[in-house]
């Protein structure tokens, strides 16, 4: 199985901050990597699909870049709504796995 | 609005068996794959199981393989997971999703989760 490591796994940030969290492969995925949102009691929520494309509807203020084993997921600007813990995912072989999670809270 | 809804979840022994059940609406269930994926209280998210378009193909982690079997019934837009000998390790939240496996295999959208909870 592919084992996804996040890092952090968790950070403070402050509203307006540029958050990054990363996401490794334990062997090279192309670019079979999504990102997902989820906050408290809520199901998760996709953000970003194949690496990079901004899935219909989230704010262009999230982006993801990489492919291989080396990923991130970038917020440019932390809003208030956006404090929730950050999932990856890996498409690329089953079983798809995910990331331990990375959780943004507030400073 | 395309919706997915669970139910079927609660509190059953050690060994005992549930019948988890995804309503589907919106859109077409027989395009897609479907998964369930599971989340125990406090931890990450683990994929369980996905089934093909036309329940030709049906995938499981090998912690369920023998005692978990993913179903469909497209002429009713529903998803099903018949859980058997359950373990305390099986406690979680069970979110059904679509599957893009055709794609590039994310997951979208996600139901609400149904608790699953096996304790004596």
Known sequence: ?107 | DVQLVESGGGLVQPGGSLRLSCAASGFTLSNYWMSWVRQAPGKGLEWVANIKEDGTEKYYVDSVKGRFTISRDNAKNSLFLQMNSLRAEDTAVYYCARDFSDFWGWFDPWGQGTLVTVSS
């Open chain 1, 1 to 107: 199985d592919i084992q996804m490591t996040q890092s952090p796994s968790s950070l403070s940030a402050s509203v307006g901050d540029r958050v990054t969290i990363t996401c490794r492969a334990s062997q090279s995925i192309n670019t079979y990597l999504n990102w997902y949102q989820q906050k408290p009691g809520k199901a998760p929520n996709l953000l970003i699909y194949a690496a990079s494309s901004l899935q219909s509807g989230v704010p262009s203020r999230f982006s993801g870049s990489g492919s291989g084993a080396d990923f991130t997921l970038t917020i440019s600007s932390l809003q208030p709504e956006d404090f929730a813990t950050y999932f990856c995912q890996q498409s690329y072989s089953t079983p798809v796995t995910f990331g331990q999670g990375t959780k943004v809270e507030i400073k």
